[in-house]
């Protein structure tokens, strides 16, 4: 499916590179494939709405520029309105430098508020400072014992006095830290639903008892259309200060964030992705927007590329490219640009489309030194023409590189695959964009 | 044997009827008394259907179909429309016309029957454990139920509470031991101590994690090893706050376990579950039963008429 909507945000902006400049009318076709493609995201019917208006609003107000496709800029201005709905900037958390700084995670059942409780204690605990994990949730059979286990796996130590009421709990819990020199308490609140009205006013009054410094709202990033609502009834209820998006290793396109973002006004502040306790990232914006748009990390692609691609380099490649006439010697060319560019598999992770194209075959990056020293054993001739490679010059190849022949026969088949597949992705018009030297800043 | 007899519409209805107002206001405010198929009409019912989840593609359809059967329509008042509306919906909620909604499982002629629960994680698979357990224990057949998810912090505790307010039988292992092992022993001791039913817990797991999807190959393969018919269910529980993913979450579990039925949980809040309509058009995977809160008779067979008529 993210391909798909990959495929189909490509047609979309299709439809407008290479006309010249914007009408009403490209733009209004445009903006009605990406309402699609933001509704199957997920993001809420009312957020889409107001957001394609937004779009729509600066993009007829806008001059294309002669060094831009239209595509281009189509791209750039969704992806800044995204990226600015999204938040503009990351958002970290306050941890006071004195006192005790107290934490209260709240959310719908099975959002993942439990194992966020753990990796923020884990956080918290590696800037060095004396987390406290609360097992507040009272009513799911064994969640204090599941927080205690991952206390304990972690070693932050849980304060929990079993099932009684949880204002108690969260209250007695500040004394307990004060008294047991701990500067931050996390406080794990039971999963409710935002209409049950006697647990949302039992979360407000934690809150409020305990003074909570941050009160962070967890939601699953595979919520659908109703994300608005319940986020909207936490917010009410609790004003929550920052949201946590979980479970984004999933393939959902996470555009409930959006919804949220735009709805309520808090900044997203983590990522909690998976059950392992490290796996905890910051927030970035501009990534989900890339997501929701099912672009792939597209744009830091194209930044990457801008810092390291010889410009003159890139536009002979990306005429041969276009022409198909890309050969051996190009690829060595290549190899040793992409070489600057980082490792091989985090720059094919974000291009859209390569994932899929990919996603079977293992990425070795010791390969490139391989390849690198069997096209040194080519001569011209052959590497321009790699079609008059016969068994005897694969034998003497093999051998002058210190490869086996099977080496030698990969690479070719390899390369006849890469022909392919560029030639798939000159028809979507991606290497344009990204080889280009007209690359438009993304800042 | 009907085993489910405790549809409560008013259960459903609690948590939704706010939106459930608003959806009907929403429709009618604009189209009090006589209407006509014109595009503020379709417009509302495009942000009623996309607002519950239903995904753009089978809200275009249905709409497609509304307008078709709109157009045999002598009476077009916005009563008679939304009729129609409802109508469409329920014919979509049908894996095939002829087949009866009123799911009951053959477990007289299949004992022990094997109920395998998997899903991703977060959508309520050990609730729905025990809530099931109760019910069949409730229709007085015997059941055991197997802690497979030897993963999770506190699974094993999370389950044996929900086993002992049921009052089955529970298998459990220690954390972290081989989950098929679990399953195992659950279907081994279904066997031997002559249970009616075994009912399966399995660890949550996104559906885009390979080597997990490949373990619940191997527990399905264990399972049918002892018994060839088994597992005789593997309900797929979706969370019904979920939106578009959950088809693909559908068609990945698909892939490594042929899903028998669908389980929709926390119906009970304002979220519609609606991209069940998309799973069941393209996967053809009936709803069997949906969960409506925390409590352990807060399970309901699936009724497409009180589902539709919850809906708008």
């Known amino acids: 499916m993210l391909e798909d909507l990959s495929l189909k945000i490509d047609k979309a902006l299709k439809k407008i590179t290479g006309q010249g400049k914007l009408t009403e009318k490209n733009i209004s076709d445009t903006l009605r494939e990406i309402r699609i493609i933001l509704l199957d995201a997920d993001v809420n019917f009312r957020v889409a709405k107001e957001f394609i208006d937004k779009v729509t609003q600066k993009a007829l ?224 914006p501009d990534r989900l927007a890339s997501r929701i748009l099912g672009k792939g990390d597209v744009i830091s692609l194209v930044e990457k590329a801008q810092q390291s691609f010889d410009d003159k380099e890139a536009e002979k490649l990306e005429e041969k490219f276009r022409k198909n006439k890309f050969d051996l010697e190009d690829f060595l060319k290549q190899i040793r640009m992409i070489k600057k560019m980082g490792s091989l598999s985090s720059i094919i992770g974000m291009i859209p489309g390569m994932n899929k194209a990919i996603k079977n075959e293992q990425i070795d990056e010791s390969a490139l030194v391989k390849v690198e020293a069997i096209i040194h054993s080519m001569t011209k001739e052959e590497r321009r023409n790699p079609k008059i490679l016969n068994g005897n010059r694969r034998k003497r190849i093999s051998r002058g590189s210190g490869t086996s022949i099977q080496d030698v026969n990969r690479l070719l088949k390899q390369f006849a695959e890469m022909q392919k597949m560029m030639s798939k992705l000159n028809q979507k018009g991606f290497m344009n964009s990204v080889l280009s030297k007209k690359n438009i800043k993304f800042s | 044997m009907k085993l489910f007899k405790n549809i409560n519409i008013d259960k459903l209805k609690t948590g939704l009827n706010k939106t459930r107002e608003k959806i009907v206001n929403k429709i009618s405010e604009t189209f009090s008394g006589k209407a006509i198929i014109d595009e503020t009409f379709i417009d509302r019912i495009e942000e009623v259907l996309i607002s519950a989840d239903l995904g753009v593609e089978m809200t275009e359809l249905v709409i497609e179909d509304l307008k078709t059967r709109m157009k045999k329509e002598e009476d077009r008042s916005t009563e008679r429309m939304i009729e129609i509306l409802k109508k469409a919906l329920v014919s979509n909620l049908s894996v095939n016309n002829l087949e009866s909604f009123d799911y009951t499982p053959d477990i007289e002629s299949n004992k022990p029957f094997v109920i395998l629960i998997v899903g991703v994680n977060g959508v309520g698979k050990t609730t729905t454990v025990g809530k099931l357990a109760y019910n069949f224990r409730q229709s007085g057949l015997s059941v055991i139920i197997g802690a497979a998810d030897t993963f999770r912090a506190a699974a094993n505790e999370q389950l044996t509470i929900w086993a002992d307010r049921a009052n089955v039988e529970i298998v459990s292992k220690e954390k972290g031991s081989d989950p098929s092992a679990v399953a195992y022993e659950t279907v081994s001791k279904a066997i031997s101590q002559k249970h009616d039913i075994a009912i399966i817990d399995t660890a949550g797991r996104l559906h885009n994690k390979s080597n997990l999807m490949e373990e619940l190959s191997k527990i399905k393969r264990v399972i049918s090893k002892l018994i060839p018919h088994a597992p005789d269910e593997i309900f797929l529980v979706l969370d019904g706050a979920t939106g578009q993913n959950a088809l693909i979450q559908a068609q990945e579990f698909m892939k490594t376990t042929k899903i028998t039925g669908l389980i929709i949980t926390k119906l009970d809040g304002t979220a519609k579950g609606g991209v069940v309509f998309q799973i069941i058009k393209k996967l053809k995977i009936p709803v069997r039963y949906i969960g409506v809160g925390e409590g352990i008779t807060d399970l309901q067979n699936f009724d497409p008429v009180t589902y539709v008529n919850v809906l708008c």
């Open chain 1, 61 to 284: 107000g806008q001059e294309v520029l002669a060094s831009i496709t239209p595509g281009q800029l189509i791209t750039k201005i969704i992806y800044d309105e995204l990226t600015e709905l999204l938040g503009g900037s990351n958002s970290e958390l306050t941890l006071n430098p004195t006192g005790i700084t107290k934490i209260i995670v709240v959310g719908l059942q099975g959002s993942g508020k439990t194992t966020f409780c753990s990796k923020l204690a884990k956080t918290i605990k590696g800037y060095g400072r004396k987390p406290l994990l609360v097992a507040a949730d009272i009513y799911r059979p064994a969640a204090i014992e599941q927080l205690k286990t991952l206390g304990e796996s972690i070693g932050v130590p849980v304060y929990s006095q079993g099932i009684i009421d949880p204002r108690d709990i969260a209250k007695s819990s500040l004394d307990y830290a004060k008294a047991n020199g701990f500067n931050t308490v996390i406080i794990d609140t039971a999963g409710r639903l935002h209409v049950d009205e006697q647990l949302m006013s039992e979360v407000a009054d934690i809150k409020k008892l305990t003074e909570a410094n941050e009160t962070l709202f967890v939601v699953d990033s595979m919520t659908g259309q109703d994300a608005v609502n319940s986020a909207k009834a936490f917010n009410e209820k609790v004003d929550f200060d920052g949201i946590v998006l979980t479970k984004l290793d999933g393939d959902s396109r996470g555009g409930c964030a959006l919804s949220i973002r735009a709805v309520v006004g808090k900044p997203i502040k983590f990522i909690s992705n998976g059950e392992k306790l490290e796996m905890m990232d910051v927030f970035y």
